[in-house]
C-alpha cells in the first residue's frame, strides 16, 4: 500500500527565501513519486516527478525535488520564492495499479 | 488538444436531487479517475477506469455512481445528492502502466479545471 505525508498544512516564506515542502511516502513497491500545483479556482497542473534514473529531478518554475529512498523523503525545494509562487502543493505516489495516492497538501503564501 | 475538460464548472443542488458531472479527455487515455478535494483532505479517490467499459471503487465511493461507455468520457453521477457531497470534482486522465514500461511519458495524471458543487 502507499501513502504520503505532507509535514506544514500552510508554510510562509518571504520573496526572495528558500522554499522548501516536506513529503514522506511510504510504499511497498519501487514509488512514482509527483509534485503537483494548484492555483486558485485552478485544476492541479505537474511540477514534477520522478520515475527511475537520477534522484534530483527538476521541474517547471524553478522547483526542483530529491528523491531520497533511505529517508523515504521527496521534499520539494526552490532557491528563491516569488510572489507567484503561492499556491497549494500536493505530493502524490503511485505504485502498481496507476492509483494515485495524494497528500493532505501544503498551502504556501509568499510574503512580499 | 483542450486536455480534459470537466462540465459543468459550477453546480447548486438541493438534497435528494440528482446530476451527472461529464468529463472528456482527449489524449486517448485508458485510465481515467474521479476525485473531491475537500479543505484539510487533499484529493480523495471516488471511482477510477482503466478502460472502456470498465469501473472500480475508489476511496469514498458511497453515493456515487460512474460510467465509461466511450473511452473518451467519464461520467460522475449523484443519484440522491447529500450535503455531505458539497465539494470540488476533479476528473483526471492517464497513461497505462505498460505505456510507462515501454519508455512512454510516465503515469502522470492530467487533471480537469474542477466542478465546484455545493448540495443546499
Redesign the interface.
Known amino acids: 500500500a502507499q501513502s504520503v505525508t505532507q509535514l506544514g498544512?500552510h508554510v510562509s516564506v518571504s520573496e526572495g527565501a528558500l522554499v522548501l515542502l516536506r513529503c514522506n511516502y511510504s510504499s511497498s513497491v519501487p514509488p512514482?513519486l509527483?509534485w503537483?500545483v494548484q492555483y486558485p479556482?485552478?485544476?492541479?497542473?505537474?511540477l514534477l516527478?520522478y520515475?527511475t534514473g537520477a534522484t534530483l529531478v527538476k521541474g517547471i518554475n524553478g522547483f526542483e525535488a530529491e528523491f531520497k529512498k533511505s529517508e523515504t523523503s521527496f521534499h520539494l525545494t526552490k532557491p528563491s520564492a516569488h510572489m507567484s509562487d503561492a499556491a497549494e502543493y500536493?505530493c502524490?505516489v503511485?505504485g502498481?495499479?496507476?492509483?494515485?495516492y495524494?497528500?493532505?497538501?501544503t498551502s504556501l503564501t509568499v510574503i512580499p | 488538444n483542450a486536455g480534459?475538460t470537466q462540465t459543468p464548472k459550477f453546480r447548486v443542488l438541493k438534497t435528494g436531487q440528482s446530476m451527472t458531472l461529464l468529463c472528456a479527455q482527449d489524449m486517448n487515455h485508458e485510465?481515467m479517475?474521479w476525485?473531491r478535494q475537500d479543505p484539510?483532505?487533499?484529493?480523495?479517490?471516488i471511482h477510477?477506469s482503466?478502460g472502456e467499459g470498465t469501473t472500480a471503487k475508489?476511496e469514498v465511493p458511497d453515493g456515487y455512481n460512474v460510467s465509461r461507455l466511450k473511452k473518451q468520457n467519464f461520467l460522475l453521477g449523484l443519484e440522491s445528492a447529500a450535503p455531505s457531497q458539497t465539494s470540488v470534482y476533479?476528473c483526471?486522465s492517464?497513461y497505462?502502466?505498460i505505456d510507462?514500461l515501454a519508455g512512454g511519458p510516465?503515469?502522470?495524471?492530467?487533471?480537469?479545471?474542477?466542478t465546484r458543487l455545493t448540495v443546499l
Open positions: 498544512s512514482y509527483f503537483y479556482n485552478q485544476g492541479l497542473q505537474l516527478k520515475t500536493f502524490a503511485s502498481t495499479g496507476n492509483q494515485f495524494f497528500g493532505t497538501g | 480534459v485510465y479517475y476525485y484539510g483532505m487533499g484529493l480523495r479517490l477510477y482503466v475508489g476533479f483526471a492517464s497505462t502502466p510507462l510516465g503515469n502522470e495524471q492530467f487533471f480537469g479545471p474542477g
